[in-house]
């Protein structure tokens, strides 16, 4: 296989590849045995055809399409490899030459990564870091470990109070007329959860059992279903059954239970520790996010639009991979919403054009920087992921091309530039503006 590779505007590129002609006949040959069990022609058993009588019958391309994606799958990412440029797109191929006896020459047009002029970058000025944890904090915390080991017990009330567990039968109307998905048959509803729309669960308390209640509410402007927002409705309200919430105490007995700790200071204390790493992260992913949109708008990037595309075509195929998940495919996803591949590309647009800046711009600091990963963090980052795959090591490394290596190293020094950025930040409030930047290429 020989690549070239042609620079043309707008940071894209154009890789030749040729494949040797006896790899195109091996690659037709593949296709042919991986087919033949199929092939029925007259005078011949089924599966029994040899391979120049189907290519005489059909046509001698009859396998040039499959034999060239096959080498194609097979090839593109070494010619990536080979060419030894930062490919940022997924390729636009077009066949050059496909024939049996000849060199197989196909093109791939991509983006390349596009420079990026940097502005200023260290001594951003953003919000100060606040770690602070009140005590209420911590004591809300623990009260959430307690509700998770409470228990629902029956309770001889016959009256409804605030963080109660009832059933009940319930209908709604509106001027006087039942509506779709308004009725409910026992059930189970914990007031105060803010399960039902607002009004509904405060005015539920101080109802008796078996007694109705009239709730009056009125939908959210925003409700899901249009034909209900922003309208008045009665609810007619029959709770049947009472029950509530059995905190355990918050004692030694409890904490030795729940946790690793004897006594009850010691758990507060690991609390409010981890309160305060929460805290400290966030406000840290914060400051982040602030400093990076400053440097992203005092720094110069031009973006080929195949590059932004193939993040769009990214961001859709990890959705579709998260609804999967779920029990439901991107296909049926879209027949519910009403939506479209192409008006879910252009709604992710900007967050395609996000990533791919602050990307970018951090790559651009860890070479103005000279931060790079050393062979220690390398592996340690291979250990993790390899961990976060369920895979073990070795087997994870055998997996790993020269570029995934390539790529790895570079997240690392991601990671360490978007630190800089952080550590080299002075305190007050960031600048909303720095001036007008050279509109981007998808502008």
């Known amino acids: 296989m020989s690549v070239s590779l042609e620079k043309l505007d707008g940071s894209m590129a154009k890789l030749t590849v040729e494949v040797a002609p006896e790899e195109l006949d091996a690659a037709i040959k593949k296709v042919y045995n991986s087919m033949k069990k199929r092939i029925q022609i007259p005078g011949f058993r089924k599966g029994k055809v040899p391979q120049q009588i189907v290519e005489k019958y059909y046509g001698k391309e ?35 030459q ?19 002029s940097l ?21 809300k915390a623990i009260d959430t470990e307690r509700r998770n080991a409470s228990r629902i017990v029956d309770t001889e009330r016959d009256t409804v109070q605030m963080g109660d567990m009832i059933e009940l039968d319930f209908e709604g109307f509106i001027d006087d007329t039942p509506f779709k998905g308004g009725k409910g048959e026992n059930y189970r509803l ?46 007619k309200c029959v709770v049947h059954k009472i029950q509530e919430r059995q ?3 918050l004692d030694d007995e409890f904490v030795s239970d729940i946790s690793e700790y004897d006594t009850v200071d010691e758990y507060k204390k690991s609390v409010r520790e981890r309160l305060e790493k929460e805290k400290k992260d966030a406000e840290r992913a914060k400051r982040e996010d602030q400093v990076l949109k400053a440097v992203i708008e005092d720094a110069d990037m031009e973006l080929p639009e195949p590059m932004i595309e193939s993040q769009q075509l990214q961001i859709l195929e990890d959705f579709a991979t998260r609804l ?10 879209l027949q519910m919403t009403g939506n479209t591949e192409e008006k879910m590309m252009e709604q992710v647009r900007p967050q395609a054009l996000d990533r791919i800046k602050s990307r970018l711009v951090l790559e651009a600091v860890a070479d103005a ?66 001036g007008k930047k050279k509109a981007d290429a998808e502008e």
Request: aromatic share 8%.
């Open 119 to 139: 502005g200023k970058y260290k001594g951003i000025e953003a919000d100060p870091m606040v770690v602070e944890v009140e005590e209420e904090e911590v004591n």
């Open 369 to 434: 920087e000279g931060l790079t990963a050393s062979d220690e963090e390398v592996e340690k980052e291979i250990e993790d992921r390899a961990k976060q795959s369920f895979i073990a090591v070795d087997k994870y490394k055998e997996r790993l091309t020269a570029y995934d290596q390539k790529i790895l190293r570079r997240d690392i020094a991601v990671r360490k530039a978007a630190d800089f950025l952080v550590d080299n930040a002075k305190d007050g409030k960031a600048k909303k503006s720095r």
């Open 190 to 235: 914990e007031i105060g959860s803010g399960q039902f729309i607002p009004g509904f669960e405060d005015q539920l308390v101080g109802a008796k059992l078996e007694e109705e209640k009239d709730v009056n509410v009125t939908f959210p402007e925003e409700y899901q279903a249009p034909e209900l927002a922003g309208k008045p409705a009665v609810f």
């Open 98 to 116: 496909l024939e049996a006896g000849k060199p197989f020459i196909y093109t791939a047009e991509v983006a390349l990564k596009p420079p990026v």
């Open 324 to 333: 999967s998940y779920q029990g439901m495919g991107l296909e049926q996803y």
């Open 62 to 96: 009859v396998f040039y399409e499959d034999a060239a994606n096959d080498l194609i799958r097979q090839n593109y990412p070494k010619a990536v490899e080979e060419c030894e440029e930062e490919i940022t797109s997924r390729p636009k191929i077009e066949v050059k």
């Open 247 to 249: 905190m355990p105490e």
